[in-house]
T-cell receptor, first 113, second 112 residues
Framework: GDSVTQMEGPVTLSEEAFLTINCTYT??????LFWYVQYPGEGLQLLLK?????DKGSNKGFEATYRKETTSFHLEKGSVQVSDSAVYFC????????????FGTGTQLKVEL | NAGVTQTPKFRILKIGQSMTLQCTQD?????MYWYRQDPGMGLKLIYY???????DKGEVPNGYNVSRSTTEDFPLRLELAAPSQTSVYFC???????????FGPGTRLTVL
């Protein structure tokens, strides 16, 4: 079945550092890919998405590119802020219009001054 | 719009007790989902519904039941609570089953 693998956390960075959180997936066909963010004490929110190969999703300074050849969707940000501290989840939706998401285990990001 | 609301926020149960986790959305979404989130395990789908009167099992349905009598409400029932059901439970919805799911704030359940 479909699966998503994320790098383990926590990831601890200083403010203004460059962020990469790795995500790879296993799926048949061409799934849609997502990054969700969970701030402390809250539910998940969609951060960005990409629905086909080579698409780049972006939002709030975060970016991720759908790489079919490496089955990856790594999350990047050029300069993190303390307010970016949260748990980040990579997820996929099966190709063909399925209505369920498969989530990775989440990566906690801590940004310090 | 309030979005997706869940009650209660916290609950402690004794083994063998039962309870219902409430979930309501005011966005007229057809699709609704229940997940549990365990530390280091990501989110696992318990049950989902594609519309009023229609429900289906997800990845980890054992020990839970759901019903969907209205578009707005999707309660999750635990009949005989077990320590393995200690988790954070999230309800989510989306209009068409497509891309973005909208999540509630979660219910933290402890079974002792």
């Amino acid at each position: 079945g479909d699966s998503v693998t994320q790098m383990e956390g926590p990831v601890t960075l200083s403010e203004e550092a460059f962020l990469t959180i790795n995500c790879t997936y296993t799926a048949t066909g061409y799934p849609s890919l997502f990054w969700y963010v969970q701030y402390p004490g809250e539910g998940l929110q969609l951060l960005l998405k990409a629905t086909k190969a080579d698409d780049k999703g972006s939002n709030k300074g975060f970016e991720a590119t759908y790489r079919k050849e490496t089955t990856s969707f790594h999350l990047e940000k050029g300069s993190v802020q303390v307010s970016d501290s949260a748990v980040y989840f990579c997820a996929l939706r099966e190709s063909g219009g399925g209505n369920k998401l498969t989530f990775g285990t989440g990566t906690q990001l801590k940004v310090e001054l | 719009n309030a979005g997706v609301t869940q009650t209660p926020k916290f609950r402690i149960l004794k083994i063998g007790q039962s309870m219902t986790l409430q979930c309501t959305q005011d966005m007229n979404h057809n699709y609704m989902y229940w997940y549990r989130q365990d530390p280091g395990m990501g989110l696992k789908l318990i049950y989902y519904s594609v519309g009023a009167g229609i429900t289906d099992k997800g990845e980890v349905p054992n020990g839970y039941n759901v019903s969907r009598s209205t578009t707005e409400d999707f309660p999750l029932r635990l009949e005989l609570a077990a320590p393995s059901q200690t988790s954070v439970y999230f309800c989510a919805s989306n209009p068409t089953g497509g891309n973005e799911q909208f999540f509630g704030p979660g219910t933290r359940l402890t079974v002792l």
